[in-house]
């Protein structure tokens, strides 16, 4: 045998010392510091109150705790069972029997229609209501038959008929959706994929399409044309002098400033945009009874829109009919992602993955952009942190990236502005360096300066020129403005004809070229936000929005400033937005109040 080993003596020897029985100190020491069940029954009925009649009696004792007692509870309860002071909640087997049956088929408040409750009362499945017996109760009930109900169907039946007199609202519907999805900016991730579309029919709104607006707008489809049907000849100003009434305002006030507006290429429409989210399509008709109606409206929330523009079909021929028109509208915040909004559908889509790779790090933001006159591109204004820019361009098609112009300018890129014939741009840099870029050659194609130079702030191109000339572009006006409010005013009909027609070269275009402006227009003070030439090239309207009334119109090719218009009690205020409609007819602009006013030009 193996002999124990000390371990196990000293477990013996302690199971043997707690078997022993307690001996009387221990006893009384245990009693003084616990006590025991005859000292604790006798302090029980020392401190039993003493009552008096129809009095609330205080009976202090030893520890001086006060003990309230009613006089009506002087029954002795300390000879009374438990099983008789306590009972259990069995549920409602004691309610009456069309009670207990609805509550067997009565759905719990926390279904998946409402949120879940933070305490539920179990008293409501005893509680029974009569809705036959009240008279503002009786139209709760189901069926004629329908009398007694549990206070848990109680409860649903009132939240039931709330809901039928007060509907959710639509803009608490967006929100529970848009709570459902996951709360992420698609553009701050990257992955291989070129483009995601996100559908407006979950997560974002959607408006009505075209051919129903155009419909309700009555006089609308008789009005629809292209610009060279307005008028039969061709349409001349005369310069100095201009013939302009003030018509109805298209908007008397909004929520923020006008930052966009644009006339639709065929159609009378006007679309305005601003900060507030809201984008607004009006109809163009300031006669009455109903001048400029508003004919839809899209708010994208948390989307300041800085820019919007309509995007024309890319195809030759002008479409006329609303029901196959493919008419886009694009919209752009300081976001890395834009909407495009079909007025044929109505369907609003949410573009994330137009860029990648290193040309998506570029373009931080999608803000500033443009749209070819021929339809098949739009053009992002880029910057990098190295003090340069780039121009990204896009397919409006399939919304795929074509081609990037890069451009070295200190302070990067200025502005930009597309082609006449929409195959390329001229990109301007806040050096004044203007480079023009051929999207068919994925090159640029000449380089000049601009005179001055002096803060560049706005480039824009307009114009034709008449049959027989060759300028680059098919634009016949080139316009630069600067932060000191000097506009240079360029005929590219002297320029390189070689360019001009697209023909290739050896080697790149220097920057000796240094152009003469064919007018400087020194009438502003304040920097040039706003240049605009008119569709046939006879007026240039230029603004700048950082002082009231800083808005005028220029005749061309006189290049002279018409002196009439506007005066000093015109009420433009700082103007936010300038859009001249095609036809030339209608002259709109947006101040930083959200007022749109609409002047209607003459011959």
Not at 43 to 65: F, H, I, M, N
Not at 310 to 326: G, L, W, Y
Not at 433 to 461: F, H, K, M, P, Q
Request: charged content about 25%.
């Amino acid at each position: 045998m193996v002999a124990p080993t000390n371990a196990k003596k000293a477990d013996d020897r302690r199971n043997q010392t707690d078997a022993l029985e307690k001996d009387e100190v221990e006893l009384r020491l245990e009693k003084a510091l616990f006590g025991d069940d005859a000292g604790f029954l006798n302090s029980l009925a020392g401190r039993k109150p003493q009552q008096a009649e129809g009095a609330l009696t205080r009976v202090y004792g030893s520890s001086d705790l006060e003990i309230p007692r009613l006089e009506d509870q002087q029954d002795n309860l300390s000879e009374v069972a438990d099983e008789d002071l306590f009972f259990l909640d069995a549920g409602t087997g004691e309610l009456p029997i069309p009670v207990s049956k609805d509550l067997e088929h009565t759905e719990p408040l926390h279904s998946s229609s409402h949120a879940q409750p933070t305490w539920y009362d179990s008293d409501d499945d005893r509680i029974t209501v009569s809705l036959a017996s009240n008279t503002r109760l009786r139209k709760l009930r189901d069926t004629e038959s329908d009398d007694v109900v549990s206070g848990r169907q109680y409860i649903q039946r009132l939240r039931r008929q709330y809901e039928s007199l007060h509907p959710t609202p639509d803009w608490v519907k967006y929100a529970r959706k848009k709570r459902k999805l996951s709360a992420q900016d698609d553009g701050d991730k990257d992955t291989d994929s070129d483009v995601s579309m996100d559908e407006g029919s979950d997560s974002l709104p959607s408006a009505q399409p075209l051919s129903e607006l155009l419909r309700s707008a009555g006089s609308l489809t008789s009005t629809a044309r292209q610009p060279s049907q307005e008028h039969k000849g061709p349409r001349k100003l005369r310069p100095e002098v201009i013939d302009i009434q003030r018509t109805k305002d298209v908007a008397a006030s909004g929520p923020s400033s006008i930052d966009s507006l644009q006339f639709h290429p065929y159609y009378p429409l006007l679309i305005a945009a601003g900060p507030s989210s809201m984008a607004t399509i009006y109809h163009v008709s300031p006669h009455p009874p109903n001048p400029n109606p508003i004919l839809t409206s899209l708010h994208l929330k948390g989307t300041p829109i800085h820019t919007a523009a309509f995007c024309r079909p890319s195809s030759t021929t002008a479409v006329t009919d609303a029901e196959h028109d493919q008419t886009h509208i694009f919209l752009s915040s300081r976001r890395r992602y834009f909407h495009s909004w079909s007025l044929s559908t109505g369907v609003v889509k949410k573009v994330t993955r137009a860029l990648y790779g290193d040309t998506r790090k570029e373009q931080r933001t999608m803000e500033s952009f443009k749209v070819s006159p021929c339809g098949r591109y739009i053009g992002l204004v880029g910057s990098s942190r190295k003090g340069g820019g780039s121009i990204n361009v896009l397919s409006t098609e399939t919304m795929q990236w074509v081609c990037s112009c890069r451009v070295d300018s200190r302070g990067g890129v200025a502005d930009f502005a597309w082609w006449r014939n929409g195959n390329g741009f001229a990109v301007v840099g806040k050096n004044g360096e203007v480079s023009e870029y051929d999207i068919d050659s994925r090159r640029v194609v000449a380089r000049w300066i601009d005179e001055g130079a002096v803060g560049i702030t706005v480039i824009a191109l307009g114009g034709a020129p008449s049959p027989g000339q060759a300028c680059r572009g098919g634009s016949l006006w080139v316009a630069v403005g600067s932060s000191s409010g000097v506009v240079n005013l360029y005929d590219r009909r002297g320029w390189s004809t070689e360019a001009a027609e697209g023909a290739a070269t050896t080697n790149p275009p220097g920057t000796d070229e240094r152009p003469k402006p064919a007018r400087v227009l020194e009438q502003l003070v304040t920097p040039i936000s706003h240049i605009e030439f008119s569709e046939d090239g006879q007026m240039l309207v230029m603004g700048s929005r950082w002082k009231k009334g800083a808005l005028r119109l220029v005749h061309l090719p006189s290049c002279t400033v018409y002196r009439n218009w506007p005066t000093d009690k015109t009420p433009l205020g700082r103007v936010s937005a300038v859009a001249l409609s095609p036809d030339g007819r209608y002259l709109a602009v947006g101040n930083d109040q959200g007022k749109i006013k609409l002047w209607e030009i003459s011959e």
